[in-house]
T-cell receptor
């Protein structure tokens, strides 16, 4: 199993450009998450999807949209990138009947908006 | 609002010395507690977790954490650190009734010096 994969690993955008960050998991997990990590602020939840077909806002959703394409894939879209969205983005997943409550993380996407 | 506090943003320590990384959470009836570790330029990995039962939990690489309900704390300790323990450590909490969501602290950088 590859676990949770993210593409791309690095990206540089100009202000106003759009892009989609891709996330996929091959563990048959139901819930998926998008976080951003900024220095001194830990990880903050952007959006999550408790199951295929549902999405919900997290702590910092403004400027982002998400799509739960199927059970495996959960994408994050920046429609008009801003320098404040410069960050490291992590995708994570969680099994449905998880009695361990452990989220599994991808390797991250480092995004710079100039 | 529910929150997790990691008071120390950075902890420098010499190799083979003991270390404690502090974590406090806002009080709730029932919580699940986690420590994640992030090595440089990598994603997050679960280090250890408390779900129920014994309040002292251990990891395979010598870390331990103790759940203290009265002090709402979950401090991470290791009696003798190695250079390879240099990483950022995140405390996270999941609350009963919202077990599919994690709230992270701001992280503590453990810098082990020779």
């Amino acid at each position: 199993n590859a676990g949770v994969t993210q593409t791309p690993k690095f990206q540089v955008l100009k202000t106003g450009q759009s892009m989609t960050l891709q996330c996929a998991q091959d563990m048959n997990h139901n819930s998926m998450y998008w976080y951003r990590q900024d220095p001194g602020m830990g990880l903050r939840l952007i959006y999550y999807s408790a199951s295929e077909g549902t999405t919900d806002k997290g702590e910092v959703p403004n400027g982002y949209n998400v799509s739960r394409l199927n059970k495996r894939e959960f994408s994050l879209r920046l429609e008009s990138a801003a320098p404040s969205q410069t960050s490291v983005y992590f995708c994570a997943s969680l099994p449905r009947d998880s009695y361990s409550y452990e989220q599994y993380f991808g390797p991250g996407t480092r995004l710079t908006v100039t | 609002a529910q929150s997790v506090t990691q008071l120390d943003s950075q902890v420098p320590v010499f190799e083979e010395a003991p270390v404690e990384l502090r974590c406090n959470y806002s009080s709730s009836v029932s919580v699940y507690l986690f420590w994640y570790v992030q090595y440089p330029n990598q994603g997050l990995q679960l280090l250890l977790k408390y779900l129920s039962g014994s309040t002292l939990v251990e990891s395979i690489n010598g870390f331990e954490a103790e759940f203290n309900k009265s002090q709402t704390s979950f401090h991470l300790r290791k009696p003798s650190v190695h250079i390879s323990d240099t990483a950022e450590y995140f405390c996270a909490v999941s609350y009963a009734g919202a077990t599919n969501k994690l709230i992270f602290g701001t992280g503590t950088l453990l810098a082990v010096q020779p």
